[in-house]
């Protein structure tokens, strides 16, 4: 399996540390709102990540942390708590809206068939972990405390820049970020905040330094030591988290433990809307809702994602997303029809040649940096095959539906959906073959019709009638 690293910013070979298991850590939801759908595409591809690793016989294990603390509007540690800040707004408090939106968010996980992760840790159930990681850092002479918490000096960790090629003599102080005049840099970045003086915040702690609340990054690298070790083989996360947040999780694990955080850093790019990246911010965000409220399926987005290569930016739009709905119903018409097909006693020796070589196909093209689009053509060339076929045995219907569990295990999604038909469909379905011969296409069309609009279509080979379903 090769993955393009962002630390070496070459494709690499994964050579995982414990083959045959894989550990991998991808930065999850910061949950103060719902996910939109930009969120959603990084989220989906962690998952056909983690798929294509066990489809090619990997152990994975995969930590997907929630924050729902520290992650302040500013991601220079500047600003309000997120979680604050929408507490405040919608006068509630602060675990009240982390419970919320973390629940809305797991279910999320399931309406769009993305695998559980083997760990959801919170940051607030780490809260101790976090500390002992300070402490460490502090040890080791590391930090320093100025007014408003415990920062990390930069300085002292001269490997800052290697992530994000940063170039620290060109950035101006404050030209990043915003100033805090305390900083002795401005890229120093909080490790531990402290409460206001005046005031109780909802979620707050004693540590050794005072009353407050870890800094964003180090709930990262403390999750990732507690369930992964030192040293991971996958590190995930979209781009923007390269230049600050994956940069300071580096810099903060290396220099405590002393060995690499990762070996491979997987970067997602980012989904765009009208030009500009789809952002909670910016508040153009479009969310699963808005999606099924226009009747399209949550398996057609999940379909848009995997048409689409992470690493390049792609642009959303709603014409898009209905053509991956509509290839999504092509897929189930070309597959589905097996049930009604003619039947035949001989075994179609082709089909699964073809079927071989198309797994290994999807395989290597997902091996080769998660190509997605390659992979799902090559699952559309097979489907031509099959949607030109009409004799089927019943070990062809076998070998079809364990190919379907496959391309589900790969992608996620159903090509083979069986549907059995009332006694007035069948009749429906006789009537009009009936029709067809006596040439009556008017009552042909209308029985057709008639069968559409109960979500079952219909395709002629020769005298057969093949119906599957529309959806
Ligand atoms: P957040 O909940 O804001 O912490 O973001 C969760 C994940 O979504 C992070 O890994 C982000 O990099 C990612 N993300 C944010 N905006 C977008 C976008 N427009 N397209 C794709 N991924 C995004
Ligand atoms: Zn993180």
């Given at each position: ?330 897929l189930?018409?070309d597959f ?43 699952l559309h060339e097979l489907a031509s095959?099959v949607s ?84």
């Open positions: 399996m090769k993955l393009y690293n962002t630390l070496s910013r070459q494709i690499d070979e994964l050579k995982p540390i414990n083959k045959p298991e894989v550990s991998i850590y991808t930065c999850g939801p910061t949950v103060y709102d719902y996910p939109h759908i930009g969120n959603w595409f990084t989220f989906i591809r962690y998952d056909l990540l983690v798929r294509s690793l066990k489809a090619h016989n990997y152990k994975t294990k995969w930590v997907l942390n929630i924050t729902d603390v520290g992650h302040l509007v500013s991601d220079a540690d500047q600003g309000e708590d997120k979680l604050v800040k929408k507490a405040l707004k919608e006068n509630k408090d602060a675990y009240a809206i982390a419970k919320l939106y973390t629940d809305y968010f797991i279910s999320g996980l399931s309406r769009l068939n993305i695998l559980k992760p083997d760990f959801m840790p919170k940051a607030t159930d780490h809260i101790q972990e976090q500390i002992d990681f300070i402490k460490v850092l502090e040890e080791k002479g590391l930090t320093y405390k100025i007014s408003d918490g415990i920062y990390f000096d930069v300085a002292k960790f001269p490997q800052y820049i290697k992530l994000a090629r940063l170039n620290l003599e060109d950035q101006v102080d404050g030209a990043r970020v915003e100033v805090n005049p305390e900083k002795h840099r401005q890229i120093d970045f909080a490790l531990w905040k402290f409460s206001p003086s005046s005031g109780k915040r909802d979620m707050e702690w004693d540590s050794p330094w005072g009353k407050g609340f870890p800094g964003w990054h180090i709930e990262c690298s403390a999750m990732a030591l507690k369930y992964l070790g030192p040293t991971m083989d996958i590190h995930a996360g979209g781009i923007d988290h390269i230049p600050v947040h994956h940069t300071n999780e580096i810099a903060q694990s290396e220099a405590a433990n002393g060995q690499p955080l990762a070996n491979i850093w997987f970067h997602t790019s980012h989904l765009s809307i009208d030009g500009s990246k789809i952002s909670k911010s910016l508040d153009n965000g479009i969310n699963l809702e808005d999606i099924e409220s226009r009747n399209i399926s949550l398996e057609a987005f999940r379909l848009l994602v995997i048409q689409s290569n992470y690493i390049n930016q792609s642009q959303f739009t709603f014409e898009l997303l209905s053509g991956a709905q509509s290839s999504l119903k092509n189930i018409r589905s029809w097996i049930y009604s097909g003619v039947k035949t006693n001989n075994e179609n020796k082709q089909l699964r040649t073809n079927i071989a070589r198309t797994k290994r196909s999807m395989l290597d093209f997902m091996a080769d940096n998660l190509n997605t689009p390659r992979a799902l053509s090559a095959y030109n076929l009409n004799q089927i045995s019943d070990d062809d219907i076998l070998v079809i539906e364990k190919f379907n569990i496959f391309v589900n295990e790969l992608f996620g999604i159903n090509i083979v959906k069986k549907i059995s038909l009332t006694n007035d469909q069948k009749k429906l379905i006789s009537d009009r073959k009936n029709y067809r011969l006596d040439k009556n296409w008017d009552k042909a069309d209308e029985s057709r019709k008639i069968l559409e609009e109960q979500g079952i279509g219909l395709r002629d080979v020769g005298e057969a009638s093949l119906w599957f379903p529309l959806d």
